[in-house]
């Protein structure tokens, strides 16, 4: 082989070495650019919710797809979002005198609130929160170049960078700390969330604030708060601290408050109107979320959770507020604390009426009578059992003039009775029942009887027993205060426990619960003995067995997982009650009360103006005469 031939074989040899090692380059390069692109087509159909489509071409290690996706959010998102994807999560505490709150840099939010006052009926502090269940995301969108599409930032999904130390306890000459979280969109621009931790309080600021974001947010009208949670069992009974247990929320142009409901199982609702604060309630605690300039529309749901649960319900809400590129901060607080009603009201956000302490006249007697006296005697430091007595007595006192009227009215028509068995054999017949009620209608005005007398001053007292039956329940000052055998006037009191559940009852027996039913059933037992005139007239027989049976007995049920401070005032007032009666009939001597009766009718006394009332009794009597007449024609 001559020296020409050798060298052109090796120049062919180089030639396709050379081709060879090229096209194996650009081959590399086309793989990496395509898992690019396939990266980048696969987030851009999540985003816009369409279905994946199977990339052609040979597997893909881990770690290259990993490089591949990096690239591609570098692409769109840029490198310090990027970077904020791929931190270790820490939290941090700040800690004032109320309570301990806790953050984490994963979402630049609040991950546990513990208040320092209040204890769990297990023992522990009262946690706001179940363990790692907060969620906080505010989603907005952003442009990070001219040449790049708007993406959507969720801030759960990113680790802000904070500069706090890992504990803070605010010093007694500190009237606040301030916690800031910051989320980098590139050198200089970042958005923060700043937290304000006051003192003494429940209540913390919380600002939004976009930093040289002009230029990077997108043109969009509002930005989404996702806020939710799941608020754990603090108090004895499942069932009675989830019959409080719910979602309320305020209109701005409203002095009301609104809930989605206390039930089991899930609900749900959006308002699509301005809304001022959304609150997670439980019985005695409550998570609010407010904004200085109201949220745009929410939307609201709750699952329950099953009993005998750690949890009571899951909280899920989503707020939405109006954005401008022109403001930079957004101005927004939260409160952790109790359902207490001297502290709600002070902030001046009608936060204290997510206490149900009913509304129109039974809030009124709460809020300007059971209140102000209740929180009077609390400051003596005196027993909640001995503080209950007492408003007891009181309330009693306030209405002891209704009450002895009450017993007067009732006592007259008692003694009536003779009167009324003549009026009786007089007419005997169906038809001449017009008539009869005509006399009886002309006796008790010679006697000076009311026949509403006896009614009048119960039905005012009415709202009085309604107004203890919500504000006992509701009543954050007597949680885990004990009485004789009660642990707990807020919840039931057990003094047996049954191996079984009874429906509607429950399984447990409740002692201050019993006593008040037997109080009831004595106290209607001598109220009807007291009432001889009505018997035997139709219906009586049917009205006996309810008062004297049936509401003792459903009261017995439906109380037996209520308060025991609520069946301990009931059963002190049905005490009172049969004390003032017997003393009444002490006091009240009947023949003398009777022989007055027959002086006022024995009178000629000058015709006074008929009452509404009369006239429309009249009136019915007469067109019931008149139909009888035309029947019998």
Aim: one cysteine or more; aromatic letters at 12%; proline letters at 4%.
């Amino acid at each position: 082989m001559d020296k020409n031939t050798v060298l052109g074989l090796v120049v062919i040899a180089a030639m396709l070495f050379g081709f060879s090692w090229y096209n194996s380059s650009q081959n590399k390069k086309y793989a990496e650019q395509k898992q690019i692109e396939d990266s980048i087509a696969r987030v851009r159909a999540l985003e816009q919710g369409q279905p994946i489509d199977v990339v052609q071409g040979g597997p893909v290690s881990p770690a290259n797809q990993v490089v591949a996706d990096d690239s591609m959010r570098v692409q769109q998102y840029g490198q310090a979002l990027v970077s904020a994807r791929n931190q270790q999560e820490q939290t941090y505490t700040v800690e004032n005198d109320m309570m301990i709150v806790t953050f984490s840099n994963k979402g630049g939010k609040v991950v546990g609130v513990e208040l320092k006052d209040y204890r769990k009926y297990s023992g522990d502090n009262v946690q706001m929160y179940a363990p790692k269940s907060a969620r906080f995301d505010m989603e907005f969108f952003i442009r990070p170049s001219v040449l790049s599409n708007d993406v959507r930032v969720n801030t759960d999904d990113y680790y802000f960078t904070t500069d706090m130390a890992e504990s803070v306890v605010l010093s007694e000459s500190e009237t606040q700390q301030q916690v800031s979280m910051k989320l980098y969109m590139d050198s200089t621009s970042y958005m923060e969330y700043l937290y304000t931790i006051h003192k003494d309080d429940y209540m913390m600021d919380f600002d939004v604030r976009f930093v040289n974001m002009d230029n990077i947010m997108s043109n969009q009208s509002d930005v989404v708060f996702s806020w939710s949670s799941i608020g754990p069992q603090n108090e004895k009974g499942f069932q009675n601290e989830n019959n409080y247990t719910t979602i309320s929320y305020k209109y701005p142009s409203k002095n009301s408050v609104e809930n989605i409901g206390m039930s089991e199982g899930i609900k749900e609702e959006t308002e699509n109107s301005a809304v001022q604060w959304v609150a997670f309630k439980q019985q005695f605690f409550s998570s609010i979320f407010i904004a200085d300039d109201n949220f745009q529309n929410v939307s609201m749901k709750y699952d329950t959770y099953d009993p005998g649960n750690v949890n009571i319900k899951k909280f899920d809400a989503s707020l939405t507020t109006e954005f401008n590129k022109s403001t930079t901060e957004y101005k927004f607080h939260f409160y952790y604390g109790p359902n207490k009603y001297s502290i709600l009201k002070k902030y001046d956000i009608e936060a204290q009426k997510i206490i149900p302490l009913g509304g129109n006249i039974i809030g009124i007697v709460n809020r300007w009578v059971v209140i102000p006296v209740f929180d009077w005697l609390e400051k003596t430091g005196i027993s909640y059992g001995i503080i209950i007595l007492i408003l007891t007595f009181i309330i009693k006192i306030i209405i002891f003039p209704l009450t002895y009227r009450s017993y007067l009215s009732t006592a007259k028509m008692r003694l009536l009775k003779p009167e009324m068995d003549e009026l009786a054999a007089k007419y005997p017949k169906q038809e001449d029942a017009m008539k009869r009620q005509q006399a009886t209608m002309e006796l008790y005005k010679r006697a000076g009887v009311n026949p509403m007398g006896g009614c009048l001053p119960l039905l005012i007292q009415f709202p009085i027993l309604i107004a203890m039956f919500r504000f006992f329940p509701a009543s954050i000052e007597l949680r885990g205060e004990s009485f004789l055998w009660a642990d707990d006037l807020s919840s039931y009191d057990s003094i047996l426990q049954l191996p079984f559940n009874i429906p509607f009852y429950g399984d447990h027996v409740s002692l201050l619960t019993l006593l008040m039913a037997v109080s009831m059933h004595i106290t209607a037992r001598i109220n009807y003995a007291m009432q001889p005139a009505t018997q035997g007239q139709p219906g009586m027989g049917s009205m006996k067995f309810m008062m004297l049976w049936m509401m003792p007995i459903m009261l017995l049920a439906w109380f037996n997982n209520y308060a025991s401070g609520l069946s301990y005032y009931y059963l002190l007032s049905n005490l009172i009650t049969m004390g003032q009666t017997f003393g009444f009939r002490y006091i009240v001597n009947d023949e003398k009360l009777h022989a007055r009766m027959k002086q006022n009718a024995a009178k000629k006394k000058p015709a006074k103006k008929k009452s509404k009332w009369q006239q429309r009794y009249e009136e019915m009597l007469k067109e019931q005469q008149r139909q009888q007449n035309a029947k019998k024609k």
